[in-house]
């Protein structure tokens, strides 16, 4: 299992980075590099892990669906999984759980949108904390790893998203 926590780790990691090539510095050719490394690392995590299938594929539809994958590097990301995953052919996913992450995900997108656009006030702090930090995700790996009495739903977000934020906060200190 701690392979499968530093594989999420190092995919949350790579996503931001990716974001970055792509939003921030322009590096197009080393953003689809990112993409299609995390990519790759996506579809072995779903090809050998019915949750990482799970989670993976109900985060990646719902950013879809919030339209976040927006960039050339995320496309590249996504073709890779599709085709490496098609190729080593073992993927299931429990359905329900995924729609679950599918409409946490999208969630999480619109109201962190929301949130980072001004639309924050006193009476919504609460809201606020959970869009500008994207916890919906969270909640719903709580959820479905106490429903399914399996915690990899939850660490598989958690550690997703410690490594995205990883990769945020070094980017961050990295541009001032």
């Not at 392979?3 to 996503?15: D, K, M, P, S, T």
């Not at 080593?88 to 996913?93: E, P």
């Amino acid at each position: 299992m701690i392979e499968l926590i530093i594989l999420f780790i190092i995919a949350g990691i790579l996503v931001k980075t990716a974001d970055d090539l792509a939003d921030e510095t322009g590096e197009f050719a080393l953003g689809v590099v990112v993409g299609a490394v995390y990519g790759l690392i996506f579809a072995f995590l779903m090809t050998e892990s019915m949750v990482a299938a799970t989670v993976l594929s109900g985060l990646i539809l719902g950013n879809m669906l919030a339209k976040k994958f927006d960039s050339t590097p995320h496309m590249v990301a996504l073709a890779t999984i599709i085709i490496a995953v098609m190729f080593y052919g073992n993927f299931s996913t429990v359905p329900w759980a995924m729609g679950v992450f599918l409409a946490a995900a999208f969630a999480d997108e619109k109201l962190h949108d929301a949130i980072t656009k001004g639309k924050r006030t006193a009476a919504n702090k609460f809201a606020a904390f959970i869009g500008e930090n994207r916890l919906l995700a969270e909640f719903a790996g709580i959820t479905v790893a106490v429903a399914l009495w399996e915690p990899l739903y939850f660490a598989a977000v958690l550690f997703t998203d410690l490594g995205y934020h990883m990769a945020a906060f070094a980017s961050k200190k990295a541009r001032e």
